[in-house]
């Protein structure tokens, strides 16, 4: 069995927010080989992307990772450096934030920017550097990158923006990118053009791709594997197909349900009703259970643990019997998803 | 097995700086400087323009709580004496900006139109008169006393509340409560006080905190020039122009009226910075 | 090129401004009771010579008239004589010039040298001891007079260690500096609460924002971070920051001077106070408001040359 190119075990990141100290990440541990397309989904408050800013070193001052290890290729990053441990992380990680106006230096020209990597870290030579820039900005789909490369992010549309932004996290060929819900911002037309480019980007560079988004459909098209994300923790885990075909965790199950699925025209809207719990305060039992259809007594007391069921993960004390007898009932409806 | 990536110190309690326990203290300071100076007689029992030529420049003594002036005045009771004056002023100069400010943004911000132009190229003239000069002028004008400064801090101030309203409004007024309120046919003149008003006003008032620490320095600055309040009469101002020829032997006569200067500008952002806080919440 | 098309557009924009400072002025000052007649005959004042004087002065004109003849005056550089001693405004402010010079430009300085490390020594660690320390400062030192600061700077620096001098201009370069330090400081720590409040806001703003992320994500190390993309964010911010203030700044040099005896054009028209000498109030005021209105132009045109996003 090969190393992981990335491996995290047992992540805990504490936030100091003005209603106490929350608990984002209550022990998260994920495995990536290069060349993976692994999705992360949950509700905004879940905890996603602080996922990718802890691996990355990149938490805001009030976060800190309090406890759990990071792997780059069997490598941990406690034992590093905090140099090391960013360089080691800027050569194999590259990243793409939500908001491209925000996440590119307004007072910088994307030339200079896509070309920093190259030119700061690497050490090329600024023609060097200048020559790379426009290569990845052609890799991208920027059109006239030669003049483009003299412009300011403000005047460039979203979606070259965030080409741009895409462009800048190559720029070091890394093996791994970390996207923070790319489309979010964009509209359906751009987010299509933008996925297309980074479902290209894997086949053509074999960059692997850890997407974090609440967007069902775009994990479908873009994902191998999926992590589903609730209160900190994943609850379930396993392949895209599989998840969304035979979901094993209720939590899971109510979010297909509530996302209409556009090719079926399913009619109902399956909504989940009430809210995500406080992280202040200790999770006592399943956190998803007020919510749960499926909850039970012991879902209130005792917190379920993952445990593989059938092909999937999951971490629900009905998974097995329960969650598999409803998920062959809606294979005959027309499936919970897709 | 578990090991911490990051060293640090305990992040609990680090945010917790200025907890609501500074705004209590903010208002204990401002409310006991008002009693103080509003009990000033009750606290002292000299004059504070009563001259005393046969005691003049004591060192602070069991009589004279801070000594005495050059003309054998009690410093102590000219400092509570002082009071008076300074943070009177002070809180009534922002009175008439803060009203006529905040209603010409509301209006402006609310109806737009030439009447917005207009009214901002006012904005642009007004600001650019300093303040100093402006507050001389008038004083030039109208002659010295409570009256210019007043009349300064009025003429210039206005701007500050009108933008903020503005800004305030604009904002407010593409909020749905503002449209339900519109289309349910109420005045306009109703949804400005009622609906629009209310919300906006916090941002005037934590303002307002800083003005009146603003035009107590005034007062205190052209007091200093000669320009405020009369000469005998005690101000803080006036006190620190007179003491500074002394400043070397006897420190604390122009030092003080300073220190309760600031002292009240701390109060008062103590309070503005807990306004800020609450309502943020 | 773009550039000068841009600072010549801004420069006819301020025009307007121009002419309603000097509506402004000239209508401020002609409210004033008395007859300007009486302060320059004084006792030999009578009705026939008043009116000789009237016209004279040419104050016997209608009002608009005179505004006109204002303004005449002043495009052909005039800004009227003193009542008292007849000379020209506008040569009397001139003289004052530099020393009203060196307390603006020694007081902007100062503030910038304070505020803005305060403000990013805050900012680059929200939350911890040393920011906690800079955010006392601006609730300190917001009610602190500079006349009151001026004079403690004077008694510490000037009375107690003979580091500087505490009244005058001095006669050379050097002098002037040396005199006029102390009361750019007192300038500087009565403007720097104000700026350090805000540049403490701006710095944050910058520091947590997405593209400060992304270039740390770049792995080019903090150094680099910092001046190929803090820096220049930061400093167009100081410029924005600063040119809200200058007005306040201005005004201050007026207050300042008198503490330390520095004859500037602020004196020059406290002292027009006292002898109803009101074309030098006149002068005086029409030249603040300028300087105040050129100095906000400057900043912008700075802030235009450093930030892009300013459609030139």
């Known amino acids: 069995m090969s190393t992981p190119l990335l491996s995290v075990r047992d992540l805990h990141v504490e936030i100091q927010t003005s209603r106490g100290l929350l608990k984002a990440i209550r022990g998260i541990s994920l495995d990536i080989d290069a060349g993976q397309s692994i999705g992360i989904v949950g509700e905004s408050g879940s905890g996603k992307s602080i996922t990718l800013k802890a691996i990355l070193g990149l938490l805001p001052k009030n976060a800190r990772i309090t406890s759990g290890e990071i792997l780059i290729e069997g490598v941990s990053l ?3 450096s905090a140099n090391k441990r960013a360089a080691l992380l800027a050569e194999k990680i590259g990243i793409v934030f939500q908001d491209a106006i925000a996440a590119l230096n307004p007072v910088m020209t994307v030339g200079r920017q896509i070309a920093e990597v190259p030119y700061r870290r690497l050490g090329w030579s600024k023609e060097k550097s200048h020559q790379r820039a426009i290569e990845l900005m052609q890799l991208v789909g920027i059109p006239n990158a030669e003049e483009r490369f003299h412009v300011y992010p403000h005047q460039l549309s979203g979606g070259l923006r965030q080409r741009v932004a895409i462009a ?93 699925d556009m090719e079926h025209q399913v009619e109902r809207l399956f909504s989940i009703l009430g809210e995500a719990p406080d992280l202040t305060k200790p999770v006592s039992g399943c956190p998803f259970a007020p919510r749960c259809f499926a909850a039970t007594d012991i879902c209130l007391t005792s917190e379920p643990t993952l445990q593989l069921v059938g092909s999937s993960t999951s971490a629900c004390h009905h998974s097995g019997s329960f969650m598999q007898s409803l998920s062959a009932l809606d294979v005959n409806e027309g499936g919970a998803g897709r | 097995m578990s090991t911490t990536l990051i060293r640090g110190k305990s992040l609990t309690g680090r945010l917790k700086f200025k907890g609501n326990g500074s705004f209590y203290l903010g208002i204990g300071i401002i409310s006991l400087l008002v009693i103080i100076a509003a009990a000033a007689p009750l606290i002292s029992h000299y004059d504070p323009t009563g001259q005393d030529l046969l005691n003049t420049l004591v060192p602070p003594s069991r009589h004279h709580w801070l000594g005495t002036d050059q003309l054998g005045r009690d410093v102590f009771t000219r400092i509570i004496y ?30 737009g139109g030439w009447f917005d132009s207009l009214l901002m190229r006012i904005v642009d003239t007004t600001i650019a008169f ?101 000469i005998p009469t005690a101000e803080w101002g006036s006190m620190i122009q007179e003491g500074q020829a002394y400043i070397l032997q006897q420190w604390w006569i122009p030092t003080i009226p300073g220190v309760m200067v600031v002292i009240t500008g701390f109060g008062l952002s103590l309070i503005g910075d807990g306004l800020v806080r609450r309502l943020n919440k | 090129m773009n550039f000068l098309f841009y600072a010549g557009k801004r420069f006819l924009q301020v025009i307007p401004a121009l002419f309603g400072i000097s509506i402004a002025v000239f209508f401020l000052v002609h409210l004033i ?17 008043s009116k000789v004087i009237h016209h004279m002065l040419g104050i016997d004109r209608p009002i608009i008239v005179q505004y006109f003849s204002f303004l005449n005056h002043l495009f052909h550089g005039s800004l009227g004589k003193s009542y008292v001693n007849n000379l020209s405004v506008t040569k009397l402010i001139l003289g004052r010039l530099s020393a009203t010079a060196f307390l603006m430009c020694g007081g902007i300085l100062l503030s910038l040298l304070i505020s803005v490390p305060l403000a990013i020594l805050a900012a680059s660690k929200e939350g911890a001891t040393r920011d906690q320390v800079v955010r006392v400062i ?20 000037g009375l107690k260690v003979h580091w500087f001098p505490v009244s005058g201009f001095g006669d050379s370069f050097l002098q002037h500096i040396r005199s006029t330090f102390l009361p750019a400081l007192s300038i500087a720590i009565g403007l720097s609460p104000i700026l350090i409040r805000s540049l403490r806001a701006s710095m944050l703003e910058i520091l947590e924002a997405d593209f400060v992320l992304t270039a740390k ?96």
């Open chain 1, 168 to 260: 800048i996290a190559l720029s070091g060929n890394p093996q791994l990118i970390f996207c923070d819900e790319p489309t979010t911002a964009l509209d359906v037309t751009i987010q299509a053009q933008v996925l297309r480019l980074l479902m290209d980007l894997r086949q053509k560079e074999k960059t692997g791709v850890v997407f974090v988004t609440h967007d069902l459909a775009v994990v479908n098209e873009i994902c191998d594997e999926i992590n589903v994300m609730y209160a900190g923790r994943f609850v379930e885990r396993g392949g895209v197909q599989d998840c969304f075909q035979h979901p094993v965790h209720p939590y899971t199950y109510s979010l297909l349900k509530a996302a209409p």
């Open chain 2, 82 to 111: 002082g009071a008076r004056i300074d943070l009177t002023i002070g809180f009534a100069a922002v009175l008439l900006p803060f009203i006529l400010g905040t209603t010409l943004g509301l209006v402006s911000g609310w109806f």
């Open chain 1, 78 to 80: 406690n034992s590093l």
């Open chain 3, 138 to 157: 601006p609730i300190v030192g917001l009610g602190m007079p500079q006349v009151w600061v001026g004079i403690e700077l004077i008694l510490l620096l």
């Open chain 3, 33 to 49: 009771p008395g007859d300007p007649a009486d302060i320059i005959l004084g006792q030999t004042a009578t009705p026939a010579r």
């Open chain 2, 130 to 230: 300093p303040f100093y000069v402006l507050a001389i002028a008038l004083v030039f004008i109208v002659g010295p006393g409570p009256k210019a400064i007043i009349l300064a801090i009025t003429l210039v101030g206005w701007v500050a509340y009108c933008r903020i309203i503005r800004a305030a409004v604009l904002v407010a007024k593409e909020l749905d409560y503002v449209h339900a309120a519109k289309l349910s046919g109420l005045p306009t003149a109703r949804i400005l006080r009622k609906h629009l008003l209310p919300n906006v006003i916090s941002q005037a008032i934590i303002f307002s905190m800083s003005d009146i620490v603003l035009s107590i320095l005034a007062i205190v600055s052209l007091g200093y020039l000669g320009l405020g309040v009369p």
């Open chain 3, 217 to 312: 994500a770049k792995g080019i190390g903090k150094m680099r971070v910092t001046l190929s993309h803090v820096v220049r964010n930061a400093i167009i911010a100081s410029v924005t920051v600063l040119g809200v203030n200058i007005a306040y700044l201005v005004g201050s040099t007026v207050i300042v001077e008198r503490v330390f005896a520095i004859p500037a054009t602020g004196s020059l028209m406290i002292d027009a106070i006292a002898t109803r000498d009101y074309p030098i109030v006149q002068g005086v005021t029409l030249f603040f408001a300028i300087v105040v209105v050129i100095v906000n132009l400057l900043a912008d045109l700075i802030h235009a040359a450093l930030d892009p996003r300013v459609a030139l």
